[in-house]
């Protein structure tokens, strides 16, 4: 509650620290693999517009309602609810909030382990030179391998799997902390070099930009709209509880919106300068912008294998993914971990072996999903596509719809005014605006139009 200073868990050393792990949490799989093909899918420059507003009016406000959540009730993500929801004297049901967020990053966990797996096999398949001078054809056929192969997308999954729970056992300063003041920096250096690289392809730049710049709006449709919003809770990380639990290990005296409006930023400028390294290679290459989930891993190679520095321009590539998803795996985790050590009281060693193993199990499942059980389709889709649109398009958005409605209506005003302490009143009103009507109703709307009714 407000008289909890600090979480029993451990707390960031600093503003920058926390900056970094938040960011760390946001910038991932979602920014390289994913907004790409995404922007590539819905027609670019105008569906770019639509997840910026997204971004701005949904996603901001909601990093801070959660943030302040996390710090005010100091707890994994179910018992911080369980606390705030006694606080503000409201009905006990609330706490299902802490419940769906943390089944929701271990299911999100389950299959973007699959995905940075991928990433650590093409690194490696980058360094032997396994793309060199292969044709589309060739390139296709390496990716149709690796994916029909089920004991190569386990044994990925695991290396990444165990990757993320050694650095998560390490706990929240010489864990998360430390990884993430190592890894972030380095990923900024990595996409810039890349970012450098495209502009040396001078007529395919200014393609690449002028897709990702220029609105068609035409080439939008109602689903864009929810794609985007789902898209941007995706890459923002919110909706779930990683944000929260980060929240509980900030200081008290550190500004909650500046440092949301930071993190956002640095998310987004992530995802553009993605699409802006990675398009110009599509273009020049004479591929298709959306390809969907096999964009990076089935086009890209080609360029890599037949491009002038294309074996380090690709090894440079894939360490990158592997980078940014180990910074976001280790928050997807984090909630389910402490919950385990608090509810359980058992110590974090084994909070992480019983987490890390149910994830990896699932993993599992969805790794054979590309393969030996690929024939197993629910709406049309395997395990990995349905766990992708049930998080990414359901529970998310609805995790953040919960989390505006909670802080707007239930939380009690001067609760969320001194958790934000904003220097101008009216700050404070334009937020508690975003989070009581804009942020649900957009939200509302786009549910409404999924189900047909709008
Ligand atoms: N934001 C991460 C990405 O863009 O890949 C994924 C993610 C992390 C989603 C943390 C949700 C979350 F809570």
């Known amino acids: ?79 911080t609810m369980e606390i705030l929801t006694t606080e503000a004297k409201a009905d006990p049901n609330w706490h299902y909030l802490g419940w769906m967020g943390v089944v929701a990053g271990f299911l999100i966990l389950s299959y973007y382990s699959v995905i940075a797996g991928w990433a650590l096999a093409y690194t490696g398949k980058a360094f032997f030179g396994s793309f060199f001078g292969e044709n589309p054809a060739g390139i296709a056929s390496i990716y149709d391998n690796f994916i029909a192969s089920p004991w190569q997308q386990v044994f990925w999954h695991t290396i990444f799997m165990t990757a993320t729970m050694a650095i998560v056992v390490r706990g929240v300063e010489s864990g998360l902390e430390k990884s993430a003041r190592f890894f972030v920096p380095i990923l900024f250096v990595l996409l810039v070099l890349l970012v450098g690289y495209a502009m040396t392809k001078e007529t395919y730049y200014f393609q690449g930009l002028h897709f990702l710049f220029s609105p068609d709006f035409s080439k939008l449709s109602g689903d864009s709209v929810l794609v985007a919003m789902g898209q941007a809770f ?76 294309g074996w380090i321009v690709g090894i440079l590539f894939f360490v990158l993914l592997f980078f940014a998803a180990l910074t976001s795996a280790v928050s997807l985790i984090e909630p389910a971990v402490t919950w385990l050590i608090e509810a359980r009281k058992v110590d974090r060693y ?56 909670f802080v707007g209506w239930i939380m009690k005003q001067e609760d969320s005014e001194s958790e934000l302490a904003l220097s101008q009143p009216h700050f404070y009103k334009m937020w508690k605006f975003s989070v009581c009507y804009i942020a649900p109703a957009a939200v509302f709307l786009v549910f409404l139009h999924v189900v047909g009714v709008l």
């Open 350 to 405: 084994t909070a992480c072996l019983w987490s890390g193993l149910l994830t990896w199990a699932l993993g599992v499942a969805v790794a054979l999903s590309f393969n030996v059980w690929s024939g197993f389709k629910l709406f049309n889709q395997n395990l990995f596509g349905l766990v992708d649109y049930v998080t990414s398009n359901l529970m998310l958005p609805i995790g953040g719809f919960c989390i505006a409605v």
């Open 234 to 309: 995706f890459s923002l990380g919110l909706g779930m509880g990683a944000i929260m639990m980060y929240g509980a290990y900030l200081p008290k005296d550190i500004s909650i919106a500046k440092t949301s409006i930071i993190i956002a930023a640095a998310d987004t400028v992530v995802a553009l300068l993605a699409g802006i390294a990675i398009f110009p290679i599509v273009f020049a290459n004479g591929l298709t912008p959306a390809d969907g989930p096999g964009l990076i891993f089935k086009t890209l190679p080609i360029a890599f294998g037949n491009m002038t520095g």
């Open 1 to 79: 509650m407000a008289d909890i200073t600090t979480s029993q868990h451990g707390q960031w050393s600093s503003r920058f620290a926390f900056i970094l792990a938040a960011t760390g949490s946001a910038v991932g799989l979602g920014n390289i693999w994913k907004f790409p093909y995404i922007v590539g899918q819905n027609g670019g420059g105008a569906f770019v517009i639509v997840y910026l507003l997204c971004v701005i009016g949904i996603g901001i406000p909601i990093m801070m309602a959660e943030t302040l959540l996390g710090r005010r009730g100091r707890h994994s993500p179910i018992n």
